[in-house]
């Protein structure tokens, strides 16, 4: 069971590793593309917020210009004109609508500058608290499974060597085990049951003593035994 787990806790350490550099790597890839487009915006914006300010600074200019009419010679109206003689007469004020027009157009664009870096730095921030979150969350259970994985890994080896000592006791155990087994056999004739009666037994018995005692005084040639 605990290398199993050791197994699977390597496992899921291993992908937990990959996703958090495969996510850190894509968020990286993301503000870099977001920073890009932030500053190309704000680079446009300030382009056309000067050329809106040009126009606008040049279209109320030309809006006040004057000149001196001739004697003799019909006025014009505030676009300026043809007089007699075919000679331009009046101020040129520029043409106004169609510069309106163009003003307008510079503030619609302007417009989708400012929303494209609001928008942009809007999802920067989200996706920044995100990565965040989820790098937190990564960290935190790539070291409590690390702290797992170490913790199995040193059970692991406890019961290994808790296995060899106890195999060790084992094979004591059945040494001696071994050991009154065979005491038990080597003594198992003499408590059999031969069938003899108590009376034929102990006049065996006596039978025996005796035959030892002649024996006995057989080798006792100097007579040192009471028995003999």
């Known amino acids: 069971m605990l290398e199993e787990k050791i197994k699977e806790l390597g496992g899921t350490l291993k992908d937990l590793d990959e996703d958090l550099k495969e996510a850190t790597d894509q968020r990286g890839e993301e503000k870099e593309e977001n920073a890009e487009t932030v500053k190309a915006s704000k680079e446009g914006l300030e382009a056309i917020k000067e050329a809106i300010a040009i126009l606008k600074d040049f279209y109320k200019g030309a809006a006040k210009n004057t000149v001196l009419i001739q004697t003799g010679v019909s006025p014009i109206d505030e676009e300026g004109g043809v007089g007699a003689g075919g000679q331009a007469q009046g101020a040129y004020k520029g043409n106004q609508a169609q510069g309106g027009g163009i003003i307008a157009m510079l503030e619609v664009i302007k ?31 790539i070291s409590g499974k690390g702290t797992a994985l170490k913790q199995s890994e040193g059970d692991l080896e406890s019961t290994k060597l808790r296995i060899k000592d106890a195999m060790t006791e084992l094979q004591d155990n059945q040494d001696l085990l071994d050991a009154a087994i065979k005491t038990l056999e080597e003594l ?41």
């Open 188 to 228: 198992n004739p003499i408590c059999i049951d031969t069938g003899m009666s108590y009376e034929e037994r102990v006049a065996a018995r006596e039978k025996e003593i005796k035959a030892l005692k002649t024996a006995l005084c057989q080798l006792d040639v100097e007579g040192v035994e009471e028995e003999c």
């Open 111 to 141: 417009a989708d500058f400012e929303r494209s870096i609001k928008q942009t730095e809007a999802a920067e921030a989200d996706s920044h608290a995100a990565h965040v979150s989820f790098d937190r969350e990564s960290k935190g259970s």
